[in-house]
């Protein structure tokens, strides 16, 4: 039976309940949006541990304390910071008037876009779900939600959790496969936020354009680190390593490979190698090491990297012994080097444990190579010079840099986080999320004293005189 007409019935269904609710309220007030920020907030408090356990399912094994880390953390902080400074956000910004037009007054109110989309992707699928939430709840907004059917057992939880606590004028959790998502793409949202791969954000993109519904994309990319000369390498590796073993890299701001001076990739192989078995003593047993998420991953990454063998690539294994386990779908991570820059490990983002690296003779050098790729969603650059490092932050682009670490600047609810280029568009995290969610609507106040008369027909020497004495301004 064809189920497409019940389908898009029930989405036309959710999002008519919910455009009725902004048309009866269309500007609620802080106590509305309040308690709405402390629901949610409450919902991941209590249920915290439930949620960490059907993530771990999904994965076939993701430790609940990286979970509750990478995921529960970072959304409670959020909500935190949507509450201590949401008031303040919704209040009208005053704004300048050009000095021909004074006395009168201007103000930027943002006002509510009214009803949100927001798609989630697999990788981490609570804070990528709870972060644009938030914003969009405190901006006053009602939000339908996809969540990932790669992660199966979180969704279903986080819906059924999340009827509880929410009418669904309010929140709408929606489940189901591509056929959903393209769906729920093509409702006439007041705007749409999409994180996942490049190619499902392109359709993304074409099914809101129907509607003109504005996109934010938040996408990924090869992010790439670069050790300047002279860095400690021990160093670099650590906080390489951290970025990149982190739910077993499948991060879309994970470090995707790494450009370091020639002559130091033996050095570096070997600090990366003690370092990984310092934070996995057990090598791909460890309870803390987290699987690939499913076997259709797992599989695309060993296809990466039995390419870039058979090419002449050199593979250098971070843990002792067992290098993959079929059954739990569980790779151990690995550096490359001598990879041709044609195989799919070098063209494709990795988004798993697998760290190309890439010698280069001069930081001249090493700036073009980034300069020539597509434009990534995180550049870590790694330099205790303060010149070189501004001069390489003026001459690159990328949506976000963390200096000297890794993936800290996600956790910054004072930064906005998104992407540029081809890693994305538009950003959210504390206000900048806020305002992504508002119309930022321009208002005047005429006064009674206004001169506006002066300009108004007939035209004539008055007008002359007047237009001559506006452009000396």
Not at 28 to 34: F, N, Q, Y
Request: with cysteine.
């Amino acid at each position: 039976m064809d189920r497409a007409p019940d389908l898009a019935t029930a989405l036309q269904h959710a999002f008519s309940t919910q455009r009725a609710a902004c048309d009866a309220q269309p500007f609620p007030d802080w106590a509305v949006r309040r308690d709405r920020l402390r629901r949610l907030q409450a919902l991941l408090r209590q249920q915290a541990a439930t949620f960490a356990e059907a993530i771990d399912a999904d994965f076939g094994g993701r430790p609940p304390p990286e979970t509750g880390l990478l995921e529960l953390v970072p959304s409670l902080a959020g909500i935190a910071d949507a509450l201590r400074h949401g008031r303040r956000w919704m209040q009208p910004r005053a704004a300048a008037v050009s000095p021909w037009f004074l006395p009168a007054r201007a103000h930027v109110l943002p006002q509510p876009l009214g009803v949100v989309g927001i798609i989630a992707p697999w990788n981490y699928p609570l804070v990528l779900a709870v972060a644009p939430l938030t914003a969009a709840l405190a901006a006053g907004n009602r939000a339908m939600l996809k969540l990932s059917e790669f992660t199966p057992t979180f969704s279903a939880v986080f819906a059924q959790r999340a009827a509880q606590v929410f009418g669904a004028d309010e929140v709408a959790v929606v489940q189901g496969d591509a056929d959903i998502g393209a769906a729920f793409s093509a409702l006439p949202f007041d705007h749409l936020l999409f994180t996942g791969s490049t190619g499902v954000g392109r359709r993304v993109m074409a099914a809101a354009a129907a509607n003109l519904t504005p996109v934010t994309l938040e996408l990924g990319g090869k992010s790439p680190a670069i050790i300047a000369p002279g860095y400690d390498l021990q160093h670099a590796a650590r906080r390489i390593l951290f970025g990149k073993l982190l739910n077993a890299g499948q991060t879309c701001i994970a470090p995707d490979h790494v450009l370091l001076p020639r002559g130091a990739e033996a050095d570096f192989i070997a600090a990366c190698r003690a370092e990984a078995q310092q934070l996995y003593p057990d090598g791909l047993r460890s309870p803390d090491y987290t699987s690939i998420v499913d076997h259709r991953q797992y599989s695309r990454l060993l296809g990466l990297l039995g390419e870039a063998r058979a090419s002449g690539a050199q593979v250098h294994p971070l843990f002792e012994g067992v290098q993959a386990d079929d059954l739990r779908h569980r790779l151990a991570p690995a550096l490359v080097s001598d990879a041709p820059p044609t195989v799919r490990l070098m063209t494709e983002e990795i988004f798993g444990p697998l760290l190309p690296l890439l010698p280069y003779d001069d930081l001249e050098q090493a700036v073009a190579m980034l300069r020539s790729q597509p434009r990534p969603l995180a550049l870590y650059w790694f330099d205790h010079d303060r010149h070189r490092t501004r001069q390489a932050l003026l001459r690159t682009h990328a949506g976000g840099v963390t200096v000297n670490d890794t993936l800290l600047h996600f956790a910054q609810d004072g930064l906005p986080f998104g992407g540029v280029g081809a890693s994305g568009m538009g950003h959210y995290h504390g206000r900048w999320g806020f305002d992504t969610f508002s119309q930022l609507k321009p208002v005047l106040f005429q006064s009674r004293l206004s001169g506006i008369g002066l300009a108004a027909p007939p035209y004539g020497p008055r007008t002359r005189w007047l237009m001559k004495l506006m452009g000396r301004l």
